[in-house]
Nanobody
Framework: QVQLVESGGGSVQAGGSLRLSCVAS????????MGWFRQALGKEREFVAA????????YYADSVKGRFTISRDNAKNTMYLQMNSLKPEDTAVYYC????????????????????WGQGTQVTVSS
């Protein structure tokens, strides 16, 4: 059974940094991709970043480009999100997601593209 566990959330002041981690267990083969999404209170879940597991190609939401960096450690089945220059509008619960079975056309920004989800970790940025 595939499980995803996030860690690294917390509270920081604007301009600060945090590093999120997501460990995947129970995999019998490598994922096609993994991604980070976030959901602020009262809002829909939104795409943050994604990474193709084999190639390492990365994809970002415009709102985080230049501030966030997604990476992965294949040997550890772990994905990271380095978040710098954090803003109050980055406050949300951050979820990691894993795509084992991509569609014919991979839509990295859509939540229903992903097959497994973590429980989420809270990130709070104060001004």
């Amino acid at each position: 059974q595939v499980q995803l566990v996030e860690s690294g959330g917390g509270s920081v002041q604007a301009g600060g940094s945090l590093r999120l981690s997501c460990v995947a267990s129970g995999l019998t083969f490598s994922p096609y991709a993994m991604g980070w999404f976030r959901q602020a209170l009262g809002k829909e879940r939104e795409f943050v970043a994604a990474i193709k597991w084999s190639s390492g190609n990365t994809y970002y939401a415009d709102s985080v480009k230049g501030r966030f960096t997604i990476s992965r450690d294949n040997a550890k089945n772990t994905m990271y999100l380095q978040m710098n220059s954090l803003k109050p509008e980055d406050t949300a619960v951050y979820y990691c997601a894993l795509d084992l079975f991509p569609g014919r056309i991979w839509v990295y920004g859509k939540p229903n593209e992903y097959d497994y989800w973590g429980q989420g970790t809270q990130v709070t940025v104060s001004s």
